[in-house]
């Protein structure tokens, strides 16, 4: 199974410092549903892992939370591709739990779901915590320079085997061209 696993905010969507709080602020990123649409046509299993502290803060709950994947997904759809799950992590920074991000928990947990080998999965990250958490994990690292992107590529802590790309579809045009 080719198995590729997606930050959302900054990453599919554009992020917001005072979180996604409605399907109205959802937006995506110019090609990223594009992108999607095409790697689900070549085969691909799209998985979101996300950080919801928003959740936890107590700015959504998980019903908005789901409306708000709800107008994700239809979008997807209306692209010509599909998530085949979204995992995310509605705890609080403090909450000290295993699934929030840097922490490899939602990355082990999907690929337990999916019977996929770690070392196959790649995932798409705009911050530096996704990428640690898939390297926690021992997959493989992708940063996009939308979202947080370009401060998290001039970051020291950028894991030294990132593949770095301009946006998802650019990740897109590159999976599919080998
Ligand atoms: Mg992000
Ligand atoms: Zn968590």
Redesign the pocket.
């Known amino acids: 199974m080719k198995l590729l696993i997606l930050d959302r905010d900054g990453v599919i969507n554009e992020d917001r410092p005072d979180f996604i709080k409605s399907p109205d602020e959802w937006i995506p990123i110019p090609g990223s549903l594009e992108a999607i649409g095409e790697l689900t046509r070549a085969g691909w299993t799209i998985v979101v892992a996300t950080n919801q502290s928003c959740i936890g803060r107590g700015i959504i709950d998980i019903a908005m939370l789901n409306n708000i994947h709800a107008k994700m997904h239809r979008a997807v759809v209306n692209a010509g591709g599909h998530i085949d799950a979204i995992f995310f992590?509605?705890?609080a920074p403090d909450?000290g739990?295993e699934?929030?991000k840097p922490a490899p928990g939602m990355v082990l947990d999907i690929a337990r779901r999916f019977r996929v080998d770690i070392e196959d999965c790649m995932m798409v990250g705009d911050s530096i915590r996704d990428l640690q958490s898939i390297v926690a994990a021992g997959g493989k690292p992708i940063l996009v320079r939308t979202g947080n992107g370009r401060k998290s590529e001039a970051s020291a802590d950028l894991p030294p085997d990132t593949w770095v790309f301009d946006d998802l579809a650019a990740v897109c045009d590159a999976l599919l061209a080998n």
Do not use: G, L
Request: aromatic share 0%.
């Open positions: 992590c509605p705890h909450a739990c699934c929030r």
